[in-house]
């Protein structure tokens, strides 16, 4: 009840083209549902968040779609770039003080 | 990476061995954490302190301990290092937890082998 499934694990796109990650739920207590982009050696950085009061959340490039009765949330990044090229974790918070998190899934855009 | 520093960046000990990470932050945040990043498994809770002296456990705490004695530092202590416990581990802080719009921030982590 406390996973969240992510997938897929790996995913290739060339340039411009929209890759989409998707994330699972259990638990209808998660209130919080935040995308983090990590870069090789480097620590995990917020890029886009949604509380499920909203289905979809905007921000550049990169959009949030959530579905809350079928408990799943995506991401999708619009007009990729090599330099969005990076492992992108969901997470879920159950409550104020924590977030579980995805298992991750790194991205690849070629020129 | 907002002000948070972890030492030592990274460290190769023996079994059995204590170690022990610090995670040191300038920015006042009431909250901190840990967790260790391995390939598979993404990032799995360690320990939290929401507080001075207030901590409590994530998903993955066997084996772990951690203390928190003023507001700037968070030390997670392995009191006798296995191998399992080879890992990136991360530090983060965050202002109030998860309350409106405020999120966690990352530390740069700390590769640790245990041999």
């Known amino acids: 009840q406390q996973q969240v499934k992510q997938s897929p694990q790996s995913l290739i796109v060339q340039k411009g083209g929209i890759p989409i990650i998707n994330c699972a739920y259990e638990?209808?207590?998660?209130?919080?549902f935040p995308w983090y982009q990590q870069f090789p050696g480097k620590g995990p950085a917020l890029l886009i968040a949604?509380?499920?009061?909203?289905s979809e959340k905007k921000e550049g490039r990169f959009t949030i779609s959530f579905n809350k009765s079928a408990k799943q949330f995506s991401l999708h990044i619009m007009d990729s770039q090599p330099g969005d090229s990076a492992t992108y974790f969901c997470?879920?918070?159950?409550?104020?003080?924590?977030?579980?998190f995805g298992t991750g899934t790194r991205l690849q855009v070629f020129p | 990476d907002a002000g948070i520093t972890q030492s030592p960046r990274h460290k190769v000990t023996e079994t059995g061995t204590p170690v022990t990470l610090r995670c040191h932050q300038t920015?006042?945040?009431?909250?901190m954490y840990w967790y260790r990043q391995d390939p598979g498994h993404g990032l799995r809770l360690i320990h939290y302190?929401?507080?001075?002296?207030?901590?409590d456990k994530g998903e993955v705490s066997d084996g772990y301990s951690v203390s928190r004695s003023k507001t700037e530092d968070f030390l997670l202590t392995l009191e006798s290092a296995t191998s399992s416990q080879t890992s990136v581990y991360f530090c983060?802080?965050?202002?109030?937890?998860?309350?409106?719009?405020?999120?966690?921030?990352f530390g740069p982590g700390t590769r640790l082998t245990v041999l």
């Open positions: 983060a802080i965050s202002p109030r937890g998860f309350m409106g719009t405020d999120t966690q921030y």
């Open positions: 638990n209808t207590a998660f209130d919080y």
């Open positions: 949604i509380r499920p009061d909203v």
């Open positions: 997470a879920a918070s159950p409550n104020t003080d924590k977030l579980i």
């Open positions: 920015e006042n945040h009431r909250y």
């Open positions: 302190s929401y507080g001075v002296k207030d901590t």
